[in-house]
Each structure stands twice: as C-alpha cells, then as structure tokens.
C-alpha cells in the first residue's frame, strides 16, 4: 500500500514532534514542510532526520498530490483560514490548538470540515497520554461509579523561554489563559464525566504578571447536563513547576492525580492507592504522546473513521472555554452551547 504523504505547515516547537511520529508511523511519509522560515524548516528536518521539500506557503503545500494529510502547526489567529484551505484541496488535518479564537472562527472551521467531510484530529494529545486511559478505563468499568464532581486544572508557567511566548501573550493571536492553555483542562474534564457543559461562571485575576494582555489566571464553575458539577482552572504566572490536576469523585471511587480509592471495587482499603503509569506532568512537548495521537489519526484515515477529538467535538470544548472569559468579563454566568 502507498504511504499517505504528509505537509507540516509551521516550523516552531511542536512541529517536530509532529515529524517524528509521522516518520515512526510505517504508513506515513512528510514530503513537505512549509513555513516562512526556510532556517527553521531546515533546522526541523536536521533535527528529525527527515528529507524533504521546502516551501514557503500552505497553499503551495496543499496543492501537491502527493500529500494528504496536512498538519497545522502555526498560531491560532491564522487557523480558520488554513483549514479552509486544506479542506478545499480535499486533505486531511491535524489541527494544533486553540483551533481558534472566537466564534466566528469556530463556525468557519466546522462548517468547513462539515462540506468537505475531510478527516481532523483536534491536538488534544494528553488523550493518549497512560494516565489519561488509565482513568478512562477506570470509568468505563465502573470503578468510580457516577461522577458527580469534577476538576481539573492547568498551570504552567509561561514566560519568554517559550516561542511562541510574543503571538501567545496577546489577545489578538493568543486569546486568553483557558484557550491557549486550560483547554486541555476543559478538554479532559468533558472526557471524563462524558456530558456536555451547559453553563459556565468564571472568574479571572492578574497575581503579579503584568506582561499578558489579558488575566493570566482563570478559573470556572461549570454543570453539566447529566447534573455533575466541575471547576476548571488555568494559570500561566504561578512560579512552580507544571502541575496538571485530574479530581474526579464518583458514587464508588475517587480519583485524585495519581491516587485512587475505591472500596467498591478494592474492599478492604484503608487509604488511597498509587497508579503507576506516566502522569501528564511535563508541559514539554516531548513529553506528549504524540506518537498515539498520529498514529490514530492515521488509522482513522485508512480505516474510513473520525477520531477521538475531531474538529466537531472541539468545539464544543473551544464554545466553554470562550464561554468561561464572556462569563469571566461580564461578571454573570453564560449558558451554553454558544453556536446554533
């Protein structure tokens, strides 16, 4: 069978992770990298290993014929145009988030890949991480019961050492603290209680970091149409290392981080137990599984699939995340869904 080709488009920090698990994946081939900067698409292709054309423009990219899966690595200000390029050229994606930045930009994204019918995968890369299904499974076979309260949380300091600290900083390309960062947050607490969000009421601060321009810190009080309740938080000028919280409490069990108490299942116990897997304890982009990502998304293609967080899902988590700063600066709370 003929390997499926691959573009990269962007050429900043998480492309060449990207590159690596298309070149590891034995269906894939990158056949193009393309981005503004041919010193940074070049310095991508020494430090992957990967030979491959250069060129400075998506559409360039996009029109080839050899390639059909395309992966979008730029700022989040640029993506509702970029999709429609790719889906126009009839070509799988794989979008990096926030996917975009206000309802407008969403609408053109789904409506998008709604016509065309291409395949997407929504970067929601923790999904693959071994604690993340570790949890899920728990769920699934009934360890923690219903859940009736959730949180979840992201802290991660953010400062010039990051790339694309300049365009993440402000609002016009970065958005706010819950899109460019917490939506892994929102994304994993709808994941785990499996219910959609029907209201938000959020609140935001600035502790001491006066170089964002929006509030760095957010944090939310979110329910749900199953009648669990949640709180998501996400701050990026807490100095302390990365810390992303998983609390789920359930009519049989808890899970909270690494811990989890389950007298249902473990009779007998007299304190949490440990589970031993990898956590979600690293905001380095090696330390994402971006092989179990791509991957899937690879498999879905060949097998005629969606995949676990296509576009149509994340939105639904991107129309929370915009709801919590509506709900944040107007001081009420906002229902959702925000997009009929």
């Known amino acids: 069978m003929p390997k499926l080709g691959v573009a990269v488009h962007g050429a900043g920090w998480v492309s060449g992770e990207h590159i690596k698990a298309y070149a590891n994946n034995p269906h894939t081939e990158v056949r193009v990298i393309s981005s503004r900067s041919e010193c940074k698409a070049r310095a991508r292709m020494e430090e992957t290993g990967v030979r491959c054309d250069y060129v ?38 794989l979008l990096e988030k926030p996917i975009a930045l206000d309802l407008a930009g969403l609408k053109t994204i789904r409506n998008a890949v709604r016509r065309t019918k291409v395949k997407t995968l929504v970067s929601f890369v923790l999904h693959w991480n071994p604690y993340f299904r570790t949890v899920k499974a728990l769920i699934a076979d009934g360890t923690l019961g219903r859940i009736f309260e959730a949180e979840a949380d992201y802290f991660h300091e953010l ?3 990051w790339s694309g600290y300049e365009w993440g900083r402000r609002k016009k390309t970065g958005g706010s ?3 460019l960062g917490g939506c892994h947050a929102v994304d994993a607490i709808r994941w785990f209680v499996a219910s ?32 669990c309740i949640g709180k998501v938080g996400a701050s990026f000028e807490i100095d302390m290392p990365y810390v992303f ?3 789920l409490h359930g009519t049989h069990g808890v899970v909270r981080n690494e811990k989890l108490y389950s007298k249902t299942r473990f009779p007998g116990l007299k304190g949490f137990m440990t589970i031993p897997t990898i956590m979600p304890d690293s905001g380095e982009v090696s330390h994402h599984p971006f092989q179990g990502e791509i991957d899937h998304l690879v498999e879905c293609v060949l097998n005629d699939r969606e995949t676990e967080t296509c576009v149509e899902d994340a939105v639904k988590t991107h129309e929370v995340c915009l709801a919590i700063d509506l709900s944040a600066e107007r001081s009420r709370p906002v229902r959702l869904p925000l997009l009929k």
């Not at 959609?196 to 964002?212: I, L, S, W």
């Open 56 to 93: 400075s423009d998506l559409a360039q990219a996009v029109n080839r014929d050899d390639v059909d899966i395309v992966s979008l690595c730029t700022p989040p200000h640029v993506r509702p145009e970029e999709v429609l390029t790719c889906a126009r050229a009839q070509k799988h994606i």
């Open 159 to 161: 400062g010039p050492w």
């Open 177 to 179: 603290t819950m899109l």
């Open 196 to 227: 959609e969000v029907v209201e938000v009421f959020a609140y935001q601060t600035c502790g001491h970091r006066k170089d964002f321009e929006y509030a760095p810190s957010q944090v939310a009080v979110l329910r749900f149409k199953n009648g």
């Open 245 to 247: 919280n998983v609390f």
